[in-house]
């Protein structure tokens, strides 16, 4: 009988539809039959046959391990044998042939299930990889997809067979991409699951965040402690940042669709930005015809500008530099800002250029003049888009890099290696390193907006006040790179504000720890620089780098909407729907024809259209700013961004509809009913204590206690509602009082209401009368922000740290140190400077008596003798 069976099972072919038959026949003779060996475990070898062996292979019998079979197809004979070497079926213990019957049937199955798993799998990494079969050369089946690997629960990133990386694709897509993979390779898929993602709760009950899939009754119960590799987003989370658009690899349609967009978007943005111009010269017609009118009675309209006289200081003392430097190429001991001893000494640091400005777009060319260097290192972010670190330094106490040390490292973040490990930092000695410090800028900028006015720049005065200083430029840029994409593919301009904070930042700071060899970093960001970092400190999307910085200093943060959003030309762009803003400014880089004209006009000519057009724009003006520089402001504007990230600002579903980068308009007006709702308390609570119901109350008192008790529950409840956890750095704020891009008090506001109990708020200031760019730009900005910077950055400095750097100039008398309270933030104080920026002498006093106050110096006399000095020498 056992014979009969095996050899029913075992003649007939895989392809023969006989076996069925075969196998019932032979069970209906003997229903209860069973298979014994002496160890309980049929074991068949089958001998002479490998082609016959590989045909039971693609039937399915080596999805069994534990049982071995070889055949003589000569003599269709068989025999039992414990001999183990290509592993087959296991029928331990069954008892009967039906039992038989479905293992072959469920190994058959699987192994169709496993081939079928091959194909999809084929067509999977074809589609989310870089080309297409029919397309590119015979080399690109490297860049076919082979795993997604999940930056942040939202942002799984394609990996190549080369290693490389495409940018972030649907979690969908990515986790059938990853459960074909297990399938094939056999892997168990819960020991690759990557951490489970947050999530955040608003007030209005939105969610932000990746939400795992299932019932609604299953995310009750899971919370966040579903499987990243499972999870999916709704349609209806995180409102603020909708998916970004989905390209698959180059097609003949594809390229044919994105032909056609870039020819409308190349003419509608065009007609957009002829538009603007117009809209520019018109409005300075008026400016233009007062000028005019006081040359023709006589007087100087440059007269009316606050720092009218101290302009004319430092255009006299650039003019002596160009003079001294033609006749001896060397610069002489000209003070050019202000004759700050800390900034300007002639011993340390050499100017290595000098001459009238020639307006380059070459941050190097200007720290050479002011004594400093500059050398260039190329990050890869974590998606495979390759950008600049620009690093300054003393040429005289630091040699520069080789240039393939200053090469792209490999794509992940925060893993250090002994071979790019403190090769920077490796040149000081141990008490004499200086702190690292990351500068990001804002947006349609490039880092050179902090590296242009000569030694009052902010990251030149760091550098010289002794910090170790790293500038940092988001994708694209100036010059559009990816390891992989080129500038035409649209997957290269797939991104937004969220991939520039989690993306981005992450690969910035790590690589500065990694070349400088320390735990943590100080933080410095301009408008759109401090949205990506607030945005990526969030507790859903990548809070983790909270724990890589000191300190995080925001000049004129950029959280909430000002009320120039509501301007006629920004409406345009929320009115048009998202295809047709595809339509109108395309799916590539954003108005890319600005940089043609970048790269065409002579600086002079490009540097007044591009004020005249940003002023226009953006209500700016450049009353604070040294005019006889404000060409070499716009050298380094505009850069390339997406089309995509612009309609995140300005588009009708994110930014501009929401009027903030983390909350709806629904939680923002039950958060406003709330805040009245606290000052009436607070109203009634001061009346009553003027009365004097409340004079007696001591610590003990029932009703202080209830006070207590209820500012502690308040607490609680608005950690739930909070975008920010404990990992969280120290804050500190510089806010524009005259800033109608971004509302900077609304975020102070938020804080001091204790909205974010997690976040402290070591300095925070309201500098009355600056304007947005004022807090980089500004004559007196060192004075107003600069100082306060470069004091907050040491304050907050780790122990060890401190210990291995070099103290800071003006920063010797700082003993107070900033220590981390694990108590929630109770209240937070603002400092209000309401100076307005006047270089006048009560405004010179007034400064100075402020700088006082903060442990600072003062330069009045200072100035009026290099003033004398610059006089006498020209």
């Known amino acids: 009988m056992v014979k009969d069976l095996l050899m029913s099972l075992l003649i007939c072919r895989p392809q023969s539809t006989k076996i069925h038959a075969q196998i019932s026949k032979v069970v209906s003779r003997a229903p209860f039959l069973r298979f014994r060996y002496t160890s309980q475990c049929l074991r068949l070898s089958f001998i002479h046959s490998c082609l016959l062996l590989q045909k039971f292979d693609r039937c399915g019998f080596s999805a069994h391990p534990s049982f071995i079979c070889t055949i003589c197809r000569d003599c269709s004979t068989f025999r039992c044998s414990t001999y183990s070497r290509h592993t087959k079926i296991d029928i331990c213990n ?37 080309y297409a079969s029919n397309e590119g050369n015979d080399t690109d089946g490297s860049t076919q997809a082979v795993e997604a690997r999940f930056i942040t629960a ?13 940018p972030a694709v649907p979690v969908e897509e990515a986790t059938k991409l990853n459960e074909l993979k297990d399938l094939l390779e056999d892997r168990d898929p819960s020991e690759n699951e990557p951490m489970p993602g947050e999530l955040r709760e608003s007030r209005d009950g939105t969610i932000h965040g990746v939400r795992p899939k299932g019932s609604a009754e299953d995310d009750e119960k899971k919370g966040t402690d579903a499987p990243l590799a499972e999870s999916k987003a709704p349609s209806k989370t995180n409102p603020m940042f909708p998916p970004v658009p989905v390209y698959g690899p180059p097609s003949t349609l594809r390229k044919v669709q994105c032909f056609q967009l870039r020819i409308s978007s190349a003419l509608l943005s065009f007609c957009f930005l002829l538009v603007i111009i117009l809209g520019a010269a018109f409005t300075s017609i008026p400016i233009l015809a007062e000028h005019i009118w006081m040359l023709l009675r006589g007087q100087n309209p440059d007269s009316r500008r606050p720092f009218f006289e101290e302009e004319q200081r430092r255009k006299k003392a650039r003019k002596a530099a160009e003079i001294a430097w033609k006749k001896q190429h060397t610069v002489e001991s000209v003070k050019l800002a202000d004759g700050n001893e800390e900034g300007t000494d002639r011993d340390e640091f050499v100017s290595l250029e000098g001459g009238p400005d020639e307006l380059k777009c070459d941050v190097r060319y200007y720290a050479r003049r002011v004594g400093l260097d500059c050398e260039i290192f190329e990050v890869q972010t974590e998606d495979g888009f390759i950008i600049d670190l620009w690093h300054l330094y003393n040429p005289r106490d630091y040699e520069r890099i080789d240039d393939l040390d200053r090469a792209p490292h490999a794509p992940d973040v925060f893993r250090r290696t002994t071979s790019c490990n403190g090769i920077p930092g490796s040149q000081y000695p141990t008490g004499e390193k200086k702190y690292p410090v990351l500068m990001i800028h804002g947006l349609l900028q490039s880092a050179g907006a902090y590296c242009t006015n000569d030694d009052d720049s902010l990251a030149f005065f760091l550098a010289k006040s002794g910090y170790d200083v ?9 010059n559009p ?24 930042l992450p690969a910035l700071i790590s690589r500065v720890l990694s070349e400088t060899g320390f735990e943590k970093l100080g933080l410095i960001a301009h408008s759109q620089g401090t949205t990506q970092t607030l945005v990526a400190m969030a507790k859903e999307q990548r809070p983790e780098i909270g724990d890589k910085i000191s300190v995080f200093c925001a000049l004129a943060p950029a959280a909430y909407a000002g009320p120039l959003i509501q301007k006629a030309y920004f409406k345009f762009m929320q009115v048009i729907s998202p295809a047709m803003f595809r339509v109108v400014f395309g799916i590539h880089a954003f108005i890319p024809f600005m940089m043609t004209m970048h790269s065409l006009l002579p600086g002079k000519i490009y540097g007044a259209m591009g004020y005249r057009v940003f002023s226009f724009l953006f209500n700016w003006t450049d009353d604070r700013w040294d005019q006889g520089l404000r060409d070499r402001l716009f050298q380094f504007s505009p850069v390339y961004v997406s089309a995509e990230s612009m309609r995140w600002w300005l588009g009708r579903e994110c930014f501009a509809n929401h009027k903030c980068i983390l909350s709806t308009r629904e939680e923002k007006t039950l958060e406003e009913k709330e805040d009245g709702e606290e000052d009436r308390s607070r109203s009634r609570s001061s009346n009553g204590s003027d009365n004097g119901t409340s004079d007696d109350a001591q610590p003990g008192d029932s009703a202080l206690d209830e006070k207590q008790r209820s500012s502690r529950r308040q607490d609680s409840s608005r950690a739930r509602f909070a975008w920010y956890g404990p990992r969280t750095p120290p804050f500190a704020l510089w806010v524009c009082g005259a800033d109608d891009l971004v509302d900077g008090r609304r975020l102070l506001r938020r804080f001091e209401r204790n909205r ?31 100082k306060e910077v470069r004091e907050v950055l040491w304050k907050t400095t780790p122990e060890e740290a401190r210990k291995a750097c070099r103290t800071p100039k003006g920063c010797e008398d700082i003993v107070d140190f900033y220590q981390r309270s694990n108590k929630f933030r109770e209240d937070a104080t603002r400092e209000v400077d309401a100076t307005a920026g006047e270089w006048s002498e009560r405004g010179a006093e007034q400064v100075n008596g402020s700088e006082q106050i903060r442990g600072g110096d003062d330069r009045k006399n200072e100035a009026l003798a290099v003033e004398k000095e610059v006089a006498a020498s020209v």
């Open 756 to 786: 974010e109990p997690f976040v402290d708020v070591v300095h925070s200031k309201v500098i009355e009368g600056y304007e947005h760019l004022d807090v980089i730009w500004a004559m007196d900005a060192i004075e107003k922000v600069g």
């Open 470 to 478: 790293w500038l940092g430029n988001n994708r694209c840029g100036f």
């Open 481 to 504: 790179r990816h390891s992989l994409l080129d500038y035409g593919d649209p997957r290269m301009w797939a991104w937004n504000i969220r991939q520039m904070g989690v993306m981005d």
């Open 154 to 166: 939202q942002d799984p990133v394609i990996q190549t067979a080369t290693g490389d990386r495409l």
């Open 94 to 130: 069954m008892t009967t042939v039906t039992a038989l019957r479905h293992k072959v049937h469920d190994a058959a199955d699987k192994t169709r299930t496993k081939a079928q798993a091959a194909i999809e799998f084929a067509k999977q990494s074809e589609r989310l990889g870089q």
